[in-house]
């Protein structure tokens, strides 16, 4: 184990070398203290790769910032205040994005609102589903139903077309409406809407 003598002398050949602005003193406070602050950190942040993220911040830091900052001595104790400091800061960090996130999450899973690519593909698939159902109609429930749905008509003017009474334009509307129903049961809320052939 060192002397305090021997980390006092390492110390200031450090702290010499910051203030004459040597890169050498990044040298060798990595050299001589990574491995202690990493796992300093790692017993409190509890994730190694991101107790090497802190640690080099840290040490980034005391470069960047050796003019302005009071190092004392011994250096390895600055640098475990200053190390504790980031990484309780890592925590409180991770705890509220963690818990912004779930609060979208959350706030999306009420208001889900699906994307126009999303939108666009149901509405393509509904329309195939549909185009199927309506091949399985009676030809007179389904030539009905287009009367109405695609051509905007009413049931005395598809009446005067087919050349029957109203009678049957509702019974034959009211056949088309029943079977697509059966057929496309999860989707007959919107059946009307996509109708368009």
Excluded at 5 to 10: H, Y
Excluded at 28 to 55: A, C, G, M, P
Excluded at 80 to 105: L, Y
């Amino acid at each position: 184990m060192a002397s305090t003598g021997e980390f006092d002398d390492k110390d200031d050949v450090i702290l010499n070398l910051l203030a004459e602005d040597s890169t050498h003193a990044s040298t060798l406070l990595y050299h001589h203290y990574y491995r202690t602050v990493f796992h300093y950190v790692n017993d409190i942040v509890e994730d190694q790769e991101q107790s090497k993220d802190i640690v080099q911040e840290l040490f980034l830091a005391i470069w960047v910032k050796r003019h302005s900052l009071h190092f004392s001595k011994p250096l390895l104790a600055y640098l475990f205040v200053a190390a504790h400091n980031k990484a309780i800061n890592h925590i409180r960090d991770v705890e509220r994005k963690t818990k912004t996130f779930g609060d979208n999450v959350s706030l999306s899973e009420i208001e889900r609102i699906p994307s126009s690519a999303i939108v666009d593909l149901e509405a393509v698939e509904l329309a195939s589903l549909i185009k199927k159902a309506m091949r399985l109609l009676p030809v007179k429930a389904r030539k009905t139903l287009l009367m109405s749905r695609k051509h905007g008509m009413t049931n005395a003017e598809i009446a005067t077309r087919l050349k029957v009474s109203q009678k049957a334009v509702e019974k034959n509307m009211t056949k088309a409406l029943a079977l697509l129903r059966k057929y496309l049961k999860p989707y007959f809320k919107v059946l009307l809407i996509f109708i368009d052939y």
